[in-house]
């Protein structure tokens, strides 16, 4: 658990909030203390998404189901607030490392461990799946190793019999590596989907590894629909019940009481030496509120694919979902005004770079040469123009029909910002959201309002453009078989000063594919771009003000149709 920050409230309803538990795209998880001194865990919805009916009908949702599923493998709701924001739900606080958080802490359990564990969490879903609700994020860091046994956490996109299924666009349901694929095929959720995370679950739990090794997403969900899942080192017994669970056809796995008996438990769980000395890796929960911190700089979240490996100790109570990405507070309303033809040639729109974030950096823009990822770090330490900006989960999407995106900036916009789309092979006036694009499409902005000699601090703007489909490294194509929407930032321009360069009102232009890249998180080789016929439909263009490499944030977003 972390202290709280200055941003954060001292209190929610009724109670006294003593520290940050953790944050997922729907909200933020903190410990509260309730008047009357009990320790819960609530969890408060952003401000961003309260008036997005999708958002809030999936918060209500995991109301509904903390309210109906009431186990000794779940943490029961307490409290809720839904009539107006800001919206929030209390559960009983579990202490205790999450799985995850313990393997990496102490490395794989052992197999008799492993067994008790398979064992109590197959009764605990059999008792969720009870109330006619099925999990669908089954992970190791959705189970808290509490004292009285594990608990099952998060149910923040459970789903109940005979429900709609709730899931923003190019967003499927669960975390690849644990999720299955009839999910990720063909969206059919059921008790079998959450036979399959368990026992990917614990192919963690007995390896330390995740069950489908690490990489893009859509890599990893490649493997779990068409590869074997790593159990290298397991025991022979505990392997097969595993690779029973995780059958790439739903039909094939066994049911919750079959996983029980073949574990063959003869005491409890919480009798088990190891276990007992995993429950101790818990946090102390602070009685009364620390401190607050003044918020840290951002960093670059963690993708879905790395959740269970590349995360913190994690030894806390509670480790939400992440749905989506976090976005930053806005103080109002935004706006957009579009404008056809305001300069000659091209059709622009108008947005705000707000003035509180102009001047993080101090030097203009580079050379023009290609960035490197060794000049990246040292270029960003002297406040000079990052070389470029890495890879990252961003699930925002255009639609050629509405021409919009599916989720709002995470800067506040206004009126000081042209953009253009065009094909650089036909300059003359067209609609990007009209028009089909074969070979390279010319990108440009500028701040047309701002005057040259205004003298502001560097400004640096980099241009993401993403296909419509999760892409195979190794081909450039949309991955095989498993054509989902792509859930990264795709290829990005090097960054550049908006206000440098001849002057804050000159356009700034860049080509696509020649000018972009997709750089992978950690500094590692960069990959071209692909040609627009590789994955024809619906692409995504971002502005971004970029910070670092792994900082930056989007202000505008917009598209333009890739033909076949």
Same mark, same amino acid.
């Given at each position: 658990?972390?202290?709280?920050?200055?941003?954060?409230?001292?209190?929610?309803?009724?109670?006294?909030?003593?520290?940050?538990?953790?944050?997922?795209?729907?909200?933020?998880?903190?410990?509260?203390?309730?008047?009357?001194?009990?320790?819960?865990?609530?969890?408060?919805?952003?401000?961003?998404?309260?008036?997005?009916?999708?958002?809030?009908?999936?918060?209500?949702?995991?109301?509904?189901?903390?309210?109906?599923?009431?186990?000794?493998?779940?943490?029961?709701? !307490?409290?809720?607030?839904?009539?107006?924001?800001?919206?929030?739900?209390?559960?009983?606080?579990?202490?205790?490392?999450?799985?995850?958080?313990?393997?990496?802490?102490?490395?794989?359990?052992? &197999?008799?461990?492993?067994?008790?564990?398979?064992?109590?969490?197959?009764?605990?879903?059999?008792?969720?799946?009870?109330?006619?609700?099925?999990?669908?994020?089954?992970?190791?860091?959705?189970?808290?190793?509490?004292?009285?046994?594990?608990?099952?956490?998060?149910?923040? !996109?459970?789903?109940?019999?005979?429900?709609?299924?709730?899931?923003?666009?190019?967003?499927?349901?669960?975390?690849?590596?644990?999720?299955?694929?009839?999910?990720?095929?063909?969206?059919?959720?059921?008790?079998?989907?959450? +036979?399959?995370?368990?026992?990917?679950?614990?192919?963690?739990?007995?390896?330390?590894?995740?069950?489908?090794?690490?990489?893009?997403?859509?890599?990893?969900?490649?493997?779990?629909?068409?590869?074997? !899942?790593?159990?290298?080192?397991?025991?022979?017994?505990?392997?097969?019940?595993?690779?029973?669970?995780?059958?790439?056809?739903?039909?094939?796995?066994?049911?919750?009481?079959?996983?029980?008996?073949?574990?063959?438990?003869?005491?409890?769980?919480?009798?088990?030496?190891?276990?007992?000395?995993?429950?101790?890796?818990?946090?102390?929960?602070?009685?009364?509120?620390?401190?607050?911190?003044?918020?840290?700089?951002?960093?670059?979240?963690?993708?879905?694919?790395?959740?269970?490996?590349?995360?913190?100790?994690?030894?806390?109570?509670?480790?939400?979902?992440?749905?989506?990405?976090?976005?930053?507070?806005?103080?109002?309303?935004?706006? +957009?005004?579009?404008?056809?033809?305001?300069?000659?040639?091209?059709?622009?729109?108008?947005?705000?770079?707000?003035?509180?974030?102009?001047?993080?950096?101090?030097?203009?823009?580079?050379?023009?040469?290609?960035?490197?990822?060794?000049?990246?770090?040292?270029?960003?330490?002297?406040?000079?123009?990052?070389?470029?900006?890495?890879?990252?989960?961003?699930?925002?999407?255009?639609?050629?029909?509405?021409?919009?995106?599916?989720?709002?900036?995470?800067?506040?916009?206004?009126?000081?910002?042209?953009?253009?789309?065009?094909?650089?092979?036909?300059?003359?006036?067209?609609?990007?959201?009209?028009?089909?694009?074969?070979?390279?499409?010319?990108?440009?902005?500028?701040?047309?309002?701002?005057?040259?000699?205004?003298?502001?601090?560097?400004?640096?703007?980099?241009?993401?453009?993403?296909?419509?489909?999760?892409?195979?490294?190794?081909?450039?194509?949309?991955?095989?078989?498993?054509?989902?929407?792509?859930?990264?930032?795709?290829?990005?321009?090097?960054?550049?000063?908006?206000?440098?360069?001849?002057?804050?009102?000159?356009?700034?232009?860049?080509?696509?594919?020649?000018?972009?890249?997709?750089?992978?998180?950690?500094?590692?080789?960069?990959?071209?771009?692909? &040609?627009?016929?590789?994955?024809?439909?619906?692409?995504?263009?971002?502005?971004?003000?970029?910070?670092?490499?792994?900082?930056?944030?989007?202000?505008?977003?917009?598209?333009?149709?890739?033909?076949?």
């Amino acid at each position: 658990m972390d202290a709280l920050k200055d941003r954060d409230p001292a209190q929610i309803g009724s109670y006294t909030l003593l520290a940050r538990l953790g944050a997922g795209g729907m909200g933020q998880v903190y410990l509260g203390r309730s008047p009357g001194g009990r320790l819960v865990a609530l969890k408060v919805i952003r401000d961003e998404i309260t008036d997005h009916p999708e958002a809030l009908a999936r918060f209500r949702r995991e109301v509904d189901t903390a309210r109906a599923v009431r186990s000794a493998y779940t943490a029961n709701l !307490i409290d809720a607030s839904l009539d107006v924001a800001p919206y929030w739900l209390a559960t009983e606080y579990v202490s205790g490392p999450t799985l995850s958080g313990a393997v990496a802490e102490r490395g794989p359990l052992p &197999p008799e461990t492993c067994r008790g564990l398979f064992a109590s969490l197959a009764e605990g879903l059999a008792a969720v799946h009870e109330h006619g609700v099925t999990h669908r994020d089954l992970k190791p860091q959705n189970v808290i190793l509490a004292a009285q046994g594990p608990q099952l956490i998060d149910f923040g !996109i459970a789903r109940g019999a005979g429900q709609t299924a709730l899931t923003e666009a190019g967003y499927a349901p669960g975390t690849p590596g644990f999720t299955a694929p009839e999910v990720l095929m063909r969206n059919e959720v059921g008790p079998a989907a959450d +036979v399959f995370a368990l026992g990917a679950t614990l192919a963690y739990a007995a390896t330390g590894r995740p069950p489908f090794g690490m990489g893009e997403p859509a890599g990893v969900s490649y493997r779990a629909v068409h590869e074997p !899942i790593d159990l290298a080192g397991v025991e022979p017994r505990l392997a097969q019940l595993v690779e029973a669970c995780v059958a790439k056809d739903p039909a094939a796995r066994p049911g919750l009481a079959e996983v029980i008996a073949r574990c063959g438990v003869r005491a409890a769980l919480v009798e088990d030496t190891f276990y007992g000395g995993l429950v101790g890796l818990g946090e102390a929960v602070p009685q009364t509120p620390p401190q607050r911190v003044p918020p840290a700089p951002a960093a670059p979240p963690l993708g879905p694919h790395e959740l269970p490996t590349a995360s913190a100790p994690g030894v806390h109570g509670y480790t939400p979902t992440q749905l989506s990405q976090p976005t930053r507070r806005r103080t109002r309303p935004w706006m +957009v005004a579009v404008a056809v033809g305001l300069v000659v040639g091209i059709g622009a729109a108008f947005v705000l770079i707000p003035e509180k974030d102009k001047g993080g950096d101090e030097s203009t823009a580079g050379s023009g040469k290609s960035p490197t990822p060794s000049s990246s770090t040292s270029d960003a330490a002297k406040g000079g123009a990052p070389a470029y900006a890495e890879d990252k989960i961003d699930r925002n999407l255009w639609d050629s029909a509405t021409n919009k995106c599916n989720l709002p900036y995470e800067e506040r916009p206004s009126q000081k910002f042209l953009t253009s789309i065009e094909d650089p092979d036909d300059p003359g006036f067209k609609d990007p959201s009209t028009t089909t694009f074969a070979n390279k499409v010319k990108i440009g902005f500028a701040d047309m309002l701002a005057s040259a000699g205004d003298g502001k601090a560097p400004y640096y703007v980099t241009i993401s453009v993403k296909p419509p489909h999760d892409i195979d490294p190794s081909t450039g194509k949309p991955v095989e078989g498993l054509l989902s929407d792509n859930v990264n930032v795709g290829y990005t321009s090097k960054p550049v000063d908006l206000y440098g360069g001849g002057g804050p009102n000159k356009w700034k232009f860049v080509t696509y594919p020649d000018d972009f890249r997709n750089w992978p998180v950690g500094g590692r080789k960069p990959r071209p771009a692909i &040609p627009l016929v590789n994955d024809p439909g619906a692409w995504t263009v971002q502005f971004h003000h970029v910070r670092t490499p792994g900082d930056y944030a989007s202000f505008l977003c917009t598209g333009f149709t890739a033909a076949k």
